[in-house]
């Protein structure tokens, strides 16, 4: 397996990746090819990264890469978690590996991570070139949000947020406050903090997979009004036709976001829930990554590999 860093166009912004090529690679023969889309607040080099990797080590044409305005891609203002922009950076990824002789354009799936399974999810409805999904512990981000990590608040939940945000936009706005910046996971977790964004700071903010690029923040007053009316499985039912994996863990808070995604779509589709797993397992534990990979390999080869008239 080899890895080339490349950059792409999406409009005016260009996105940085890494390209993770099986070894043996026939140049000539169209390959199938996996757009690997990070969780929030990741880069490349992290989970999406060694997914990445692993695929092409299965035979796939792999690309990583950073959303817009984050990690090495382009786009102002940086720090900027614009769900609408992650979709469109999916539409980007494809179109360059569409670009590619060695890529057979009629054979690419895609594989999200947390919210970059939500992100993939919305992508692919509106994107039929993405023959086949699968998402690993997925995250509707905008519900998250407004709903907290477990799913156990109402919409309204989000409202006092709603407000902050509001008079933090006037302060910025009117009054030259500095831009306000919230953190993705808990900088110093206590005993209210789920245990998935435990890990989820021991995952990001120490040498277990800390980056430089992974600066644990986003913009506030322009990231969350876009967050928080944004449904990643909006119409799923009926817009998403192509064949789902569905992979998540037993012990994920994060559990009921897959299986709502799953009873959601009515396309062919399989949910596998890994013993014992919790939502950062799938980030980097050997254990649980090895599962996720092997199915997501396994899926994809039977839906990106087989002859169109053959696959379900």
Sequence with gaps: MT???????????????????????????GSPAIVVVHPGGGVKEQAAGLYASKLAEHGFVALAFDASFQGDSGGEPHHLE???????????AVDHLQSLDFVDAERIGALGICAGGGYGVNAAMTDYRVKALTTVVAVNIGTSFRRGWYGTDSDAAAVPTLGALARQRTAEAAQGAEPAFLPYVPAEPDENTPSDLVGAADYYLTPRAQHPNAKNKFLFTKSVSRIYTFDAFHMVEDLLTQPLLVVAGSDAGSLWMSTELHGRARGPKRLRIVEGGTHMDFYDVPEYVDQAVSSAALFFQEHLTAEPADRV
């Design 3 to 29: 890895m080339d860093a490349i950059t792409f166009p999406n409009g005016r912004i260009t996105m940085a990746g890494n390209l993770h090529l099986p070894e043996n690679l026939d140049a000539t023969a």
């Design 82 to 92: 614009d769900p609408y922009a992650r979709v469109e950076d999916v539409r980007a």
